[in-house]
């Protein structure tokens, strides 16, 4: 019973089920800049110089982003896909812009 309201719950907060994702996780955004994606949500409050500088900072660096919700495991979540999308990167045999 616990676990069935426990997956209603991820399933409406995940939006529309999508089978080539798992939950929590957003398409990459490209290319919309991170300035675009983030700039209403920080550029309000007395640090929004500051992060508008970061923002830039980012958005020359990166060219798209993924958001991952923030629920306990989105380190984890976040370093994984990091990971398998620059292991898929080299096995295609692209260019990886920004080695670690």
């Known amino acids: 019973r616990d676990s069935a309201a426990l997956a209603q719950a991820m399933a409406a907060s995940t939006g529309p089920a999508d089978a080539s994702?798992?939950?929590g996780?957003?398409?990459a955004h490209s290319p919309i800049s991170l300035l675009e994606l983030f700039a209403e949500?920080?550029?309000r409050g007395r640090n929004a110089t500051?992060?508008?500088c970061q923002l830039a900072a980012l958005s020359r660096r990166y060219e798209a982003i993924r958001k991952i919700r923030?629920?306990?495991n989105c380190f984890f979540r976040a370093f994984w896909l990091g990971w398998v999308e620059r292991m898929m990167a080299v096995c295609r045999g692209g260019a990886v812009l920004h080695p670690l």
Do not use: H, M
Request: net charge negative; proline share 13%; glycine share 14%.
């Open 50 to 52: 500051i992060y508008n």
């Open 70 to 72: 923030g629920e306990g």
């Open 41 to 43: 949500e920080y550029t």
């Open 25 to 27: 996780v957003e398409d």
């Open 21 to 23: 994702r798992p939950p």
